[in-house]
């Protein structure tokens, strides 16, 4: 007989067009590179009734709703395209789609090939007519002479000559004269409705195939640490699932997107706050929503869909501290103790395009009172961060003005 094992296999995940029907058909495109051994869990209820009886046996069990199901995965995180020269700007993956689904939405614009001359660190020229108002609030990989810099667009001028962008904060080189800016994808926190998804496991067995469906996440949390590639543990809520039976024992196959390399300075890892430099040993980027159940009298497993009745997100930085002068970074915290709000911008890999990602908090303040922890022998500070309202942006359209962003370029 076939022994199904727990860390050969493929899993898919995949929007719906609707709630209540699964998708059925995947494409390499919509495959997760996730960490083995991996073993779905199957939930059942069971509803027993304390009934009279005339012996001490027990009662008569009854099957129940296979909602709620949760799943929880693992999976280094990935860029969006295997070419060191994409062409167009960047398309939703399984990455982005989990991350979309969590914040609420997702979308792409600001590539160009037609940066020009005499921009500064803080002002990036283009062609004239090249530009597009509706960039404001993307973020665009620029070149420089020895790699690339992410900035974060906060205005868009085409009434000048040539068109000028101003970014929310300088990136640390000067551009080049011409060549490529990178459009991202950027997904970001709103109050956006979100389709369910699909989530499709394939077993080294050939009749290990079970599907989930009409599920969203609960929560996505991105654990960044100096010298390691990024990871991502996301725990995602079903209302359903069938045991297809068939299918399963999936030929090899490689995957369609590149693992982000590790966050190290030599792959354009840099991490800012008002302009300035931080060190950070690690980063932890946690995104939740909390999630009613919809009952349904009518509906397969009792239950029609999934609301998401709050979204939230906070930021875990954990550095070594050379000073107990002052516990929170410089512009987060001044010196007379109290909290102000400034934006922080973590740039996890920006050398190579279709692999780099960016991460922004436009308005962050501190959360909780610095605390201090050991890392290694080396006194270290804990810090906490949230997002406040935002309006700096001079677009009026999103991702502009949103209080939380990630890019991939």
Known sequence: MAISLSNKGRVAIKQQASWGTAQTSFASTNYLEIEA?????????????NTFRPGFTEAEIIAGSKSPTELTFRFPMHGWSSSASPTTDPTIFPDALLIKTVLGSASADAYTTALASTSTASVI???????????RGYAQLIPHASGYDVGWIQNVD????????????SIPHTPSSSGTLYGSLVAYLSTETQLPLTFDYLGSDSSAHVRFYDGLPTSVRINIAAKQVPMVEVTVRFLNWTNVGTGGAPTDATYAYPMLPATIGANGSYFQESNQDFCAATV??????????????????????????NRNVTVEIVRTQNSLENLGLDGLQNTAGSIDVDPIQLNVATNTPGRALSILIPAAVILEQPTLQDLGGKVATRLLLGCTPYTGDTGSTAPADTPFRIAWL
């Open 37 to 49: 051994p991996f073993v779905p869990t199957l939930a059942r209820e069971t509803i027993r009734m």
């Open 125 to 135: 020229k283009i062609t004239n007519g090249s530009a597009d108002t509706a960039w």
């Open 158 to 169: 085409t009434t000048v000559a040539p068109d000028t962008e101003s970014l929310l904060a």
């Open 284 to 309: 932890t980027v946690t995104m939740t929503q909390e999630l009613s159940e919809v009952e349904c009298t009518n509906s397969s497993q009792g239950v029609s869909e999934l609301v998401a009745t």
